[in-house]
């Protein structure tokens, strides 16, 4: 759309790249730029965060990780112009022409966000007062979501006429007590094997991994946008929210999710107390504990159809994230056993 307010608001940014807009289409918080010099990307950004992005972006440009929608840097040199309060930073526009299937796209994605992994690796010293105080302090969050769940299943049992929300949580108490055991086992599991290490491994993160933020070139290779989250910190911290919302459907068999896993660790393996982790926090059913804690607190009247979908949807997202742990668990068990044996033999 031809917007001449537009245009002209962002030529005191774009002079900084000798770029003369002609015309501008909004695409969310990306404004696509037609110009003399071609089609770019402008993004705007919060300026608090924009320090810690340049560098990130920058380290991986040293370290030779080429899958990142280049920058473009000003006349003067900087990767971002300061404007009304703004951070703004110039990409060129990715056509985003999807020349695989769902499966190809998403394996590419993950060896990607596995590549960006194992070039920035690195292992930092751990303060074992400090872990142990991360362990006592989890243990007891999931020591407390235990005793909510066991006291309002007492609740609700002595009441002679549930609530609809009530009768179905009923139902669902035994799995997310599973769950929540689970849960803790593997974060115990994880401690003992760790308490002793000094060491953790630490990655850069992208942040906010998700198909939207890997568009692909006209050639149909794949690049990350979106870097404005990324930080140093566990591998684990990428993968969890994108399983976390590929769990968002109705209850399923996702051996999809369980294939791209592993096609990431074919390029990065986790070490045995990382598995550990995930599998933790992957099973944790905080989603649904928070539903029954909303309810909970719920002043009357509650609206219960909206309640019992929510806890629903929340149980769905509990039995297919369990599908993904239990298959991976299994996987992980029979690869330590057939090592095991090679060992023996």
């Not at 001449?4 to 404004?31: A, R, W």
């Not at 949807?313 to 090679?342: C, F, P």
């Amino acid at each position: 759309m031809r917007d001449t307010f537009q245009v002209d608001s962002l030529i005191p940014i774009l002079n900084n790249y000798q770029v003369k807009p002609y015309f501008v289409e909004e695409h969310g918080n990306i404004k696509k730029i037609y110009s003399n010099k071609g089609t770019f990307a402008l993004k705007k950004m919060d300026p608090t965060i924009g320090t810690d992005f340049i560098r990130h972006v920058h380290l991986l440009y040293q370290k030779g990780y080429n899958r990142i929608v280049p920058i473009y840097p000003t006349m003067d040199g900087r990767y971002a112009v300061l404007h009304d309060k703004a951070l703004y930073y110039l990409m060129p526009w990715m056509s985003n022409e999807v020349k695989e299937d769902r499966t190809q796209k998403h394996q590419q994605l993950f060896r990607e966000v596995a590549r960006m992994h194992t070039i920035t690796a690195k292992e930092i010293k751990v303060n074992k007062e400090e872990r142990t105080e991360h362990y006592e302090k989890t243990i007891e969050v999931l020591d407390k979501n235990q005793e909510f769940l066991d006291g309002f299943i007492d609740e609700c049992e002595k009441k002679t006429y549930m609530s609809p929300f009530e009768l179905v949580f009923c139902l669902y108490y035994n799995e997310i007590s599973q769950a929540l055991r689970f849960s803790k086992t593997k974060f115990e599991e994880w401690y003992e094997k760790t308490k002793e290490t000094e060491k953790a491994r630490m990655v850069i993160t992208h942040g906010k991994i998700s198909s939207e933020h890997f568009l692909y070139d006209e050639k149909g290779y794949g690049y990350f946008i979106n870097f404005e989250n990324a930080r140093y910190g566990s591998p684990i911290h990428d993968l969890l929210p994108y399983f976390s919302r590929s769990f968002n459907t109705q209850p399923q068999r996702n051996d999809e999710a369980v294939e791209w896993v592993y096609h990431y660790y074919k390029y990065f393996p986790f070490k045995a107390d990382e598995k550990l982790l995930f599998f933790s926090y992957l099973a944790y059913p905080i989603p649904i504990i928070q539903v029954v804690e909303r309810y909970y607190k719920k002043e009357q009247p509650k609206n219960e159809l909206k309640f019992v979908r929510m806890l629903q949807r929340k149980y769905w997202h509990l039995k297919n994230s369990e599908y993904v742990v239990m298959r991976m668990t299994e996987i992980d068990e029979q690869e330590k056993k057939a090592k095991e044996g090679a060992q023996q033999q």
